[in-house]
């Protein structure tokens, strides 16, 4: 009896899975963005963007004059310095340092960016260890493969040497199974179908890419991997956000490589709104709340009838206050996460928390309102303690007076220099004379 509810609940799952992508795709279904339909068209019109951007295989070009041309637009200097780069390039690959089979492309351009010969030789450094990388996983994964087929092929020997006499059920891998088998793409169905119900009943969160000159190549790319982090966080969690993307510049550096991490962006399923414009042009001004850690107004809830805004940005080199900027110019409302509240960073960390970190707090702040369980998605290494009432243990952690400082150091010399020192006693007096520490002639 129980067997057969449990097959039966199999059964239930894998049909209602099966509908989740004809109901994520019905047209007639309302949604409660404005700008679904123009988010659309966008994402066809940039459809061919991606196939281009998402060529499994790199091709690799020489500097001939008119990739030349296409890189520098005839500027003199960059020239000299793409000839340069050129040149240390063979010269490496002559000499066997590491360097990689050849360069794409981009690998060109960044290496135009880079002014120095140290960053260069970096850079090319960098390339040949992903290479390198890449070729050891290829040949590690074929020789999994011959040791798979190597073992099934042993085994069906065996079973051909020695016969089971009797007609039985073999249960195991590639045997019969009393379980039906879930695929990725269920999952991945069902997950999206959540995002997309979420956009029926729920304001959205605001990614704001209007932070690209402000980032080196590095942190371009760094925004990238964070922006499909969070889209995964966000999309297994059971009370997901819906995304909205705006002020996206399609031919930009950040959404080729977003492309590279999500390869069905542009598809007219995914549960991923983007757009051009403005996010004062998709939602009431008096609506949106801009996330900047730089102004004094602390958040103290969540706010359904908000629309947040998180900038796409990854500060690493250049930590300006872009975001506080960009809300006084539109005359939006802002507030900061109440780090300082329930944290207490280290002196050698910053403040600055991934876009994958955001979310994830406000995820949680969302469903269960606590800030305490929220924040625990900080990472530990930006942290010291959480907040004490106990004055007396923050004193002793760190001292605030002179005084402390040096009996704590009096401390420490007198046990580590006299702690196996016998004691002396006098021939008058049989009681024994502890012997004066030197460190107190040290420091008084």
Not at 49 to 70: G, H, N, W
Not at 342 to 369: D, P, Q, W
């Amino acid at each position: 009896m129980f067997l057969s509810n449990f097959v039966k609940s199999v059964y239930r799952f894998q049909q209602a899975s099966r509908q989740i992508l004809p109901f994520a795709l019905n047209p007639n279904i309302s949604h409660r963005f404005p700008c679904r339909e123009f988010c659309a068209q966008e994402k066809s019109s940039n459809a061919k963007q991606a196939e281009a951007v998402c060529e499994p295989k790199r091709r690799y070009v020489t500097l001939t004059e008119e990739v030349i041309s296409s890189l520098t637009k005839g500027d003199t200097e960059l020239i000299k310095r793409l000839k340069m780069a050129e040149f240390e390039y063979e010269i490496s690959k002559q000499e066997g340092t590491r360097a990689p089979p050849g360069l794409t492309i981009n690998d060109w351009q960044e290496l135009l960016e880079l002014e120095s010969t140290s960053k260069r030789k970096k850079f090319l450094a960098f390339l040949f260890k992903r290479e390198m990388t890449k070729l050891s996983q290829k040949n590690s994964k074929i020789e999994q493969q011959q040791i798979r087929e190597a073992k099934w092929q042993a085994e069906k020997e065996a079973i051909k040497l020695n016969p089971p006499t009797e007609e039985h059920i073999k249960y195991g891998l590639g045997h019969n199974t009393i379980f039906l088998k879930v695929y990725d793409t269920k999952m991945d169905h069902y997950e999206n179908n959540r995002m997309i119900r979420a956009e029926r009943f729920e304001l959205p969160v605001v990614f704001d890419h209007s932070y690209e000159q402000h980032m080196t190549q590095q942190e371009l790319k760094n925004a990238a991997k964070q922006l499909a982090l969070s889209f995964i966080t966000n999309r297994e969690h059971e009370n997901p956000f819906p995304f909205q993307y705006c002020n996206v510049n399609f031919n930009g550096p950040v959404m080729k490589h977003f492309l590279k991490w999500m390869p069905h962006l542009y598809s007219p399923e995914f549960p991923i709104n983007l757009s051009s414009k403005s996010y004062l042009d998709l939602f009431p001004r008096e609506k949106l709340v801009y996330l900047t850690p730089h102004c004094k107004t602390e958040m103290t809830h969540f706010d359904f009838d908000s629309v947040y805004i998180i900038g796409t940005m990854v500060d690493r080199s250049d930590s300006k206050p872009h975001s506080l900027a960009f809300a006084k110019r539109d005359n939006i409302r802002m507030a900061k996460l109440p780090l300082d509240r329930y944290l207490r960073f280290g002196g050698g960390s910053g403040k600055c928390l991934a876009l994958n970190h955001m979310i994830s707090i406000l995820l949680e702040v969302k469903t269960h309102g606590d800030w305490n369980r929220a924040l625990e998605v900080v990472p530990k290494r930006k942290l010291m303690d959480p907040y004490s009432g106990n004055e007396s243990h923050l004193r002793t952690k760190y001292p605030k007076s002179n005084a402390e400082i040096r009996g704590r150091v009096r401390e420490e010399l007198d046990e580590l220099l006299f702690s196996n020192v016998p004691r002396k006693t006098s021939r008058s007096n049989s009681k024994s004379i502890e012997k004066q520490p030197i460190s107190k002639y040290l420091f008084d």
